[in-house]
């Protein structure tokens, strides 16, 4: 069980936090411009990473916010974890 | 005679308490200090139960954790246990503890027959036979079951208490042998949190056992030097009798703490077991090793044990298991145990399978009259309930064939040692990676994780001195590591052990009378009674992988999980497919490392306390007036309110006819409410809802349907415009949860700049829904509020007084009558409640409840969210097409209406079903096809997916979601029931009941 670092909070135990998938998945400006593969690629196609992996995570049970970890996903290190907005840190 | 095998001093037992406790109903008397184990082997007693498929007589194997014969049904009652080991058990005063697996009883065993059979039950053996034909297999199941499986469950419900505790350290050590207490030594001295764990009952290991001198100290008075040093630290914490059981990620551990197991009345402030989870800065795990059997034909019976168990009766706990004894090994570090023994006065005799034997060792062992057959093997054992044969042989080592000729020599006792494996199931669980060492012939540590250190045997060092400093050293790290550093430096100068262990030879098997792949009993694995020949067996059939045989074979799968076969099976492998034991690989280890209770995983969450549960302000009320309840996700809610000798139905009908006719009222506080406030939150709302929300006038309501970004209906409800900047949201009662998260997702990650905060205030507002024809004349004489029907019109909310408490007026509607949701402080609502039930009287003001509200609804055609939708339903396919807004340029879920798939015309669509009976209440999940055919496989079109007798309409009704429903009205269908019976019914309009909407604008 993870340790994780809330940008907010501070280090709390993973039972605390949620997992919701790969970040860095902008929501299309205009969904209807798109092509019916291109909307597919949006809400379907996800890179599901061996090593380097950065991922949407909330603090349900203490902050409600919202935040960003990079996590390797071949040792379940935690690397960084960063506010929404902020830059990717480089692996 | 009592305790004949006992020698007279020694060993780490109070001579001077004895205890009482029984075995198979016999009364038996042991001493302060022993196990069950060693109790029963001071008396004699050497079966202990019977193995698992071929009801073998078992006795036991070793003196710890890894037993897999030994295992016993432990106490009476609702405090009994199955398949505790005999070698873990400490006795008390009055303990009782039987045989397992055995029937009539374990001396005679009607199962013993399998033994006999054994041919005909190899590995693999039910899924070949049992599994054809499919449909017998619930028959044959039964059977299985009850031959099968060891202890037996108790049946009625634990009556002892469980704790958790949850702990914070610097530095865990694991395993409070010599490694172990020299590295919390070391972290002790240097000021660290220490937290030192041991499954026995008392630290040590096997320093408890062998002949060592430390510094002229022996060993044990060492241990308790050490010991006494580390009690003196308030920073050293000991835990004894604690197993660690899983070590997870960042150095998370279990470990579980038998708190009062051991004594013979469990007190109320002492909980039986503790459970702790651990988080810890450092790890260092010094587990030691386990001891590896040897594969011999008969190598099971009861009086065959592991040298080294042996030596731990004999010196821990004074107990000598036999007096006539063979050794069976491969390597020198065994031998201590045949002169441990022959000092004590057995008559012992060393079968060795090696050629060379130092002769340092053979002078010793002549000095003790110990013979030794170098290059010999056992290759069959006698004796049914004990051993008391083996026969010997001559090995011809290069060509794997026996020479010379037989010897039969009588025993009462046989040792087997055939090496001894690190004890890396922790460590692979911390997903530390293994590497087979090529002396040892076993698999030790090679890539630690971060903050970890093995160190010890259990790292593959057994030079006793070496360990000695090592671990030390590895506390020092640590400690330096935090910052910490000792004053004392390791004095130790002189340490060994008599022989000290440093090679083996794996053996995969060996050579015995009958060949070893057609139904020889080369036991690998006691406990599931695997068999060499069935490892063969396996690789014959075609299941190589190391994972496949494991599966097919069960090895390794019982409650011991292979601590002494696993090495054993994987050099078999190795042997029969010609390959190098790296390249076999090795089966995953996973938690628990020993079996635990799941009394102990839970603690105190049972009961009332599993799962919160969320009462309403009127809970009470709904109590005192005798609602039964249903529970809607935590919610207590009213299901119906029976009065005298009704049942659901009679209950359900009166309650829906009072609010068809006069006035009812619902308890609708759980449904989820949201405050939502800021400049953007009707810009938010467009998003979020599928309709338009721009123009919602202040104090104006509307009802919104939500999607997700497939498109599909997720949550429904209304919401309402308070004032300018603030709109009070609801959604389903399930659903509040995933919706305000819903809301906060796409405020934190998606539209940073909207200005939009997100409240949740379900528990803050008591809602009563009052409905029927009456509720307006009723509610009028109620407020101040001016709520006639020119004033007040559907879709408006306004606030004002009720019964004198500030409260907000809805003028919305489930159930399609005239109704009014009146929400007030939730402080307030059993006041309000109380106040309406006692005005109402003159309308006969009916409480009614979610089954109701349901039928309501449902003549409505309204849906419910999650019933009627499944999450694979859009608007359109509802028939909700006009929520949808056309012009809106975006909103979640938009773009996946045109996707190919979601803008198909025949989709599955909701309509109403009318049984052509007019009678049956179709079961809700019921199917329904096109063309019934005498049993499945049938094309499904759809499913029912509410279903109600209606009370207003005479007639049952339902909803159903039916491919291209809305095209094929007038059609019939039919729904085949389970009982077989086959009903036919008429798709119509999902509206049952008033469809122009007039009631409602009364």
Known sequence: MFVIKCPYCGERDQTEFSCHGEAHIARPENPETLTDEEWGEYLFIRS????????????????????NVMRDTVSDEILATYKMGEEKPKS | MSNQNRIYKGGRIDRDQAINFKFNGKEYIGYQGDTLASALLANDVHLIGRSFKYHRPRGILTSGSEEPNALVQLGLGARTEPNMRATEIEIYEGLEASSQNCWPSVNFDIGSI???????????????TFMWPPSLWLFYEHFIRKAAGLGVAPTAKNPDRYEQKFHYCDILVVGAGASGLMSALAAGRSGCDVLLIDEKHEPGGYLRNISAKIDNLNSNDWTNEILKELESYENVTILNRTAVMGYYDYNYLTALQKVTNHLPYLSDKMPRERYWRIRAKKVILAQGAFERPLVFSGNDRPGIMLASAARTYLNQFGVLPGKSVILFTNNDHAYGTAIDFANKGAKVTIVDNREDIPSELSDRCNKVKIKIYPSHSIINTQGYQKVKKVEIQKVDQDNNELTGSLREIECDLVLMSGGWNPSVQLFSQSRGKLEYHSKLN????????????????????????????????AGLDFATELGKSANKSLEIETAFEDLEFTEAKVEPYMIGKKKVTHGSKHFVDFQHDVTAADIFLAQREGYISVEHTKRYTTTGMGTDQGKTSNVNALALMSHIHDKPVDNIGHTTFRPPYSPQTIGAIAGRNVDHLFDPERKTAIHQWHVDNGAEFEDVGQWKRPHYFPQKNENIHDAVNRECRAVRNSLGILDASTLGKIDLQGPDVAKFLNLIYTNAWSKLEIGSCRYGLMCNEHGMVFDDGVTTRISENRYHMTTTTGG?????????????????????????????????????????????????IDISKEAFPFMKMKEGKVCGIDARIFRISFTGELSFEINVPSRYGLFVWNEFMKHGKKYDITPYGTESMHVLRAEKGFIIVGQD???????????????????????????????????????????????????????EGSYVVDEAKPRPPMDMIGHVSSSYYSPTCDHPIALALIKNGLNRMGDVVKIPLMSGKVIDATITDSIFYDKEGARNNE
């Open chain 1, 48 to 67: 599901n990473k061996k090593g380097i992996h950065y991922e949407r995570w909330t603090h349900d049970h203490g902050c409600r916010r919202w935040f």
């Open chain 2, 442 to 473: 076993s698999f030790i540590p090679k890539d630690l994780i971060k903050n970890q250190k093995v160190v010890g045997c259990n790292n593959g060092d057994f030079n006793l001195l070496e360990v000695l400093k090592n671990s030390y050293q």
């Open chain 2, 736 to 784: 509040a949860a995933r919706v305000m998260s819903w809301l906060e997702e796409f405020l934190q990650t998606e539209w940073l700049d909207m200005e939009v905060f997100c409240t949740s205030v379900t528990e803050q507002w008591t809602v009563l829904s009052i409905s029927g024809p009456n509720s307006r004349e009723f509610l009028s004489s109620l407020t101040d």
């Open chain 2, 869 to 923: 939708t499944d999450g694979s339903v859009t608007p359109k396919d509802i028939n909700m097409d006009w929520i949808v807004s056309k012009k809106k340029e975006d909103f979640l879920g938009k773009r996946s209406f045109s996707r190919s798939d979601t803008r198909r015309t025949d989709r599955k669509q909701l309509v109403g079903l009318l049984v052509n009976d007019k009678k049956t209440v179709l079961p």
């Open chain 2, 114 to 128: 399998n033994n006999f059979l054994s041919r005909v039950f190899p590995a693999g053996f039910y899924y070949k």
